[in-house]
């Protein structure tokens, strides 16, 4: 099955860090990326949609200017936590999908925690 | 608006047969999944349903109706390695953003 390969798996870090999470599709090509952040006990909550080579499209609330997406290749998006703060520890998931009908594909998620 | 219902929480024996509910109200549809989701990991992928009808694979089984805008897993001779969440999501028309419930934990008790 299709393999998204998402690192670091867990982050601790100072507050004011900036943080970069990777999230690779190591056996097909993700046209499309999508990245969830979620809460203990919550749903996933969509924060942004990537296609490659494009700018990517911030749900509303999600400051584009703190969470940093790239996309710059079919099988490579970045997400980047600027200026991390306490408030932004979650559980960040990344997931691509290659088109048409075929489901997402979840990376194994990253675990930010911010002192 | 966008809004996917499904029950909060499910105790079941194992062996036993349960099913999850889902209904959704949204703008727009082109698919159902469903995903199962451990605690502490990220969902796995278990179904989709985009025409009406029951979908089967293995112990699991999906079930659609658009008109009802209604669906459910239905889960066969539980496991104890069944109990996780189940997050019932539609995709939405064009673009493949996909709206997700908030979840279904399912507790399966020997």
């Known amino acids: 099955g299709a393999v998204v390969s998402q690192h670091p798996s867990r982050v601790i870090c100072k507050s004011g860090t900036s943080v970069k999470i990777e999230c690779r599709s190591l056996?097909?090509?993700?046209?499309?990326m999508f990245w969830y952040r979620q809460f203990p006990k919550q749903s996933l909550m969509l924060m942004a949609t990537s296609n490659e080579g494009s700018k990517a499209t911030y749900e509303q609330g999600v400051e584009k200017d703190k969470f940093l997406i790239n996309h710059a290749s079919l099988t490579l998006s970045t997400l980047t936590v600027t200026s991390a703060h306490p408030e932004d520890s979650s559980f960040y998931i990344c997931?691509?999908?290659?088109?048409?009908?075929?489901?997402?594909?979840f990376g194994d998620g990253t675990r930010l925690s911010i002192l | 608006g966008q809004n996917i219902d499904q029950p909060t929480e499910m105790t079941a024996t194992e062996g036993a047969i349960v099913q999850i509910n889902c209904t959704y109200q949204?703008?727009?549809?082109?698919?159902l999944f469903w995903y199962q989701q451990h605690a502490g990991e990220a969902p796995t992928f278990l179904s989709y349903n985009v025409l009406d009808g029951l979908e089967e694979k293995g112990r699991f089984s999906s079930f659609l109706s658009r008109s009802k805008g209604y669906s459910y897993l239905l889960l066969k001779e539980l496991q104890m390695k069944d109990s996780a969440s189940y997050l019932c999501a539609v995709r939405d028309t064009g673009g493949f953003k996909t709206i997700f419930g908030a979840g279904t934990r399912l507790f399966v008790k020997a």
């Open positions: 997931s691509g999908i290659q088109g048409g009908d075929q489901p997402q594909h």
């Open positions: 056996d097909f090509q993700a046209t499309t």
């Open positions: 949204t703008s727009g549809f082109n698919g």
